[in-house]
């Protein structure tokens, strides 16, 4: 949807306005309404789109490699893993 | 997969955790490999998707709602807003 202008703009320019969404998000899950929590969730994502599309990076790859069989460290789709680690 | 996890920790701590993957980005986005930086990018949408998960946030709606009849400023799917304008 706003790929010519991302790319013009490139990775570092389109991080900073993805950072700025993300601090709208963290406002929002503070004291927004269910409708503006959306909102923010949906920019923050299409700001990460965005990003990627510019890096060129595939996100349905990324995440069928990452979480497509499981959870990365039990392989499960229920993650059993120790409280302890990392998530 | 992570569900019980999420809530237990709440929104506060999952956002947390998404900040520290949003920095491992950042530095992938710099110097890491195709392959590091498919797995930055699965990183940060699994935390994103895990703190909509905690504040019952429905991410296809918001979505839907945000982007779903095109730009919100010009409602084209192939966005021709001023290049002045926030996005």
């Known amino acids: 949807m706003y790929h010519e202008k991302d790319v013009a703009r490139g990775v570092d320019g ?12 963290a406002s929002a899950l503070r004291e927004g309404t269910p409708e503006e929590l959306r909102g923010e969730f949906a920019d923050v994502i299409a700001w990460l789109t965005t990003i990627a599309n510019v890096a060129e ?31």
């Open 14 to 25: 389109t991080f900073m306005w993805l950072m700025e969404e993300v601090g709208e998000l």
């Open 57 to 87: 990076v595939d996100l349905t790859l990324a995440l069928r490699e990452k979480y497509g069989d499981g959870c990365p460290g039990c392989q499960k789709f229920i993650c059993v893993c120790d409280d302890s680690e990392k998530p």
